[in-house]
């Protein structure tokens, strides 16, 4: 298993030799401006370029993403990538985005787990803030609020779990019970609204999940890239978790 981070959420992920491409995110630094219902809105995102050009990225087998906002898709990778090409969703709702932007091989994600090339993919859930809070002002702004995690399993290869967009609590936690995976990606920058609720897992989140499965690595991902965030990567290794590993852009971690 290789794990190249790329820029934020986008990762490509070479398992069982098959290479997915997540959550591809591709404008230029500065390109779009900060969320108004977010902290530091008024910071540029992305903060940092792509570190290699599209035409390399999109060099894959698959594409999973994880959901549909405007740091995880946009009209870059839709114009890039093959519209023929093995397309990996959450939900009929983000089927039907997908194939309007003229994809022609797109399949929903089962919780029971979807089959492709000897690789068996299983849709988990989380909260992409708390559902309570986040899920309302969502729906007030018109932005679908749901985010899957992606369990990857192959008899030649680890147990990989790509938590997504999420804080840590209970769907996590019951995931991580049910798969047991030996490696955990999981989304750490504290991006945070307003209010205060962060949307995705901070350093304190990282602390729970590498203390909760100590035999699991835990690489901290979607990193110093957008306007929102709270924790940078320095954040997290000053905690000095033995299993937690912050790799930088463009950096390829092998399993």
């Known amino acids: 298993m290789l794990i190249h981070q790329i820029r934020n959420a986008t990762l490509i992920v070479k398992y069982n030799d098959k290479k997915f491409l997540i959550d591809p995110w591709f404008m230029p630094k500065d390109y779009m401006s900060g969320f108004d219902v977010a902290v530091n809105a008024d910071v540029r995102q992305p903060r940092v370029d792509l570190p290699l050009p599209i035409a390399e990225i999109v060099d894959v087998d698959a594409v999973v993403l994880t959901h549909f906002h405007p740091d995880h898709w946009d009209e870059f990778a ?25 994809f022609n091989n797109i399949t929903v994600l089962s919780e029971a787990g979807t089959e492709f090339d000897g690789i068996t993919m299983y849709k988990t859930k989380g909260q992409h803030g708390k559902r309570s809070i986040i899920k309302p002002l969502c729906e007030q702004i018109g932005m679908p609020y749901d985010a899957m995690g992606v369990v990857f399993k192959a008899k030649q290869e680890k147990t990989l779990y790509i938590a997504g967009d999420t804080i840590w609590c209970e769907e996590v936690k019951s995931a991580i019970d049910q ?65 937690v590993i912050v790799p930088e852009d463009n950096e390829t971690l092998e399993f």
């Open 179 to 243: 798969f047991s995976p030996d490696i955990i990606v999981v989304n750490a920058c504290g991006a945070t609204l307003l209010n205060g609720e962060r949307i995705i897992m901070n350093d304190e989140d990282v602390k729970i999940v590498a203390k909760y499965i100590p035999a699991a690595i835990i690489i901290a991902s979607h990193m110093d890239t957008v306007s929102h965030l709270t924790v940078t990567r320095n954040d997290i290794r000053k905690m000095r978790l033995n299993n």
């Open 78 to 102: 839709a114009q890039a990538i093959n519209k023929d090409i093995p397309f990996f969703v959450q939900s009929q709702d983000d089927l039907n985005i997908v194939k309007s932007l003229g």
